[in-house]
């Protein structure tokens, strides 16, 4: 299977500036990423930024990037851009890899792009199973609900699907039903290269801008998105200077030599 991978990479960030080049064992935090997409298997990798510094921290490793307009609303704004600047087909399977997760399972991102080859969708993203009552009404959790074809129905900040009967006997929703599955969605996406050409002329829908998830617009038109499972929760990315003293961390403590 054939895939490209493209890390969108902003330089500002409110609470981490410069977080791109943060040093995660002698390389900034963008290059391991882009390292572990090349472990997946994609057959480019290019980092799509907004800053000449990063640009140059990205090519002082051998790797691919360009350098994308700053005034971007979204990370697939700048997708978009790469793909026309490439010059992709419109078949061209692209994932949307973070530039913040240089922990990122390269075996997910394999996945990613396997469900949007395999299910013909416009987009294909990630979910996995939230077990803990905690997660499923904690509104920085974003949870999923999707057809029996695995196509998403729904994505919220809210507890999704809300179990009616078992919250009016468990008044606190200290525990989930047994029988219910609710899914944590992983901010994972791969997509096919004409939409990304498209989502630039879609408009904001008003569910986007309620829930303040992007991609209820892609829904809100009609665009299918399918859903893969993942075994495992990925590891969080790098929001916060505590975020980042953790990755700083894990890099310290393992052979760098395997990265």
């Given at each position: 299977?054939?895939?490209?991978?493209?890390?969108?990479?902003?330089?500002?960030?409110?609470?981490?500036?410069?977080?791109?080049?943060?040093?995660?064992?002698?390389?900034?935090?963008?290059?391991?990423?882009a390292e572990r997409a090349i472990l997946a298997g994609a057959e480019e990798v290019v980092v799509a930024t907004d800053h000449p510094q990063v640009l140059a921290a990205v090519e002082r490793?051998?790797?691919?990037?360009?350098?994308?307009?700053?005034?971007?609303?979204?990370?697939?704004?700048?997708?978009?851009?790469?793909?026309?600047?490439?010059?992709?087909?419109?078949?061209?399977?692209?994932?949307?890899?973070?530039?913040?997760?240089p922990l990122i399972d390269p075996a997910v991102i394999v996945q990613t792009a396997a469900q949007l080859a395999q299910s013909g969708a416009d987009i294909a993203t990630v979910a996995h199973?939230?077990?803990?009552?905690?997660?499923?009404?904690?509104?920085?959790?974003?949870?999923?609900?999707?057809?029996?074809?695995?196509?998403?129905?729904?994505?919220?900040?809210?507890?999704?699907?809300?179990?009616?009967?078992?919250?009016?006997?468990?008044?606190?929703?200290?525990?989930?039903?047994?029988?219910?599955?609710?899914?944590?969605?992983?901010?994972?996406?791969?997509?096919?290269?004409?939409?990304?050409?498209?989502?630039?002329?879609?408009?904001?829908?008003?569910?986007?801008?309620?829930?303040?998830?992007?991609?209820?617009?892609?829904?809100?038109?009609?665009?299918?998105?399918?859903?893969?499972?993942?075994?495992?929760?990925?590891?969080?990315?790098?929001?916060?200077?505590?975020?980042?003293?953790?990755?700083?961390?894990?890099?310290?403590?393992?052979?760098?030599?395997?990265?």
């Amino acid at each position: 299977m054939r895939f490209k991978v493209v890390i969108p990479a902003r330089y500002a960030s409110t609470r981490l500036p410069a977080k791109p080049l943060l040093d995660l064992g002698g390389k900034p935090m963008v290059v391991r990423v882009a390292e572990r997409a090349i472990l997946a298997g994609a057959e480019e990798v290019v980092v799509a930024t907004d800053h000449p510094q990063v640009l140059a921290a990205v090519e002082r490793h051998g790797l691919r990037a360009l350098l994308t307009r700053v005034d971007h609303a979204s990370g697939t704004d700048r997708l978009a851009e790469v793909v026309d600047s490439a010059g992709w087909s419109d078949e061209t399977i692209v994932v949307n890899v973070q530039g913040d997760e240089p922990l990122i399972d390269p075996a997910v991102i394999v996945q990613t792009a396997a469900q949007l080859a395999q299910s013909g969708a416009d987009i294909a993203t990630v979910a996995h199973p939230v077990t803990d009552a905690a997660d499923f009404f904690n509104p920085n959790v974003v949870k999923v609900v999707f057809a029996a074809t695995g196509d998403a129905l729904y994505f919220s900040r809210a507890p999704i699907p809300y179990a009616r009967d078992h919250f009016a006997r468990e008044a606190g929703g200290e525990t989930l039903p047994a029988e219910m599955s609710a899914y944590r969605h992983v901010g994972l996406y791969a997509y096919r290269a004409r939409f990304l050409r498209t989502y630039a002329t879609l408009a904001p829908s008003p569910l986007e801008s309620l829930e303040a998830l992007e991609q209820l617009r892609a829904l809100w038109h009609g665009f299918r998105i399918s859903v893969a499972i993942a075994e495992q929760l990925p590891a969080a990315g790098v929001d916060t200077p505590a975020d980042a003293q953790r990755v700083q961390a894990w890099f310290e403590k393992f052979d760098r030599a395997c990265f």
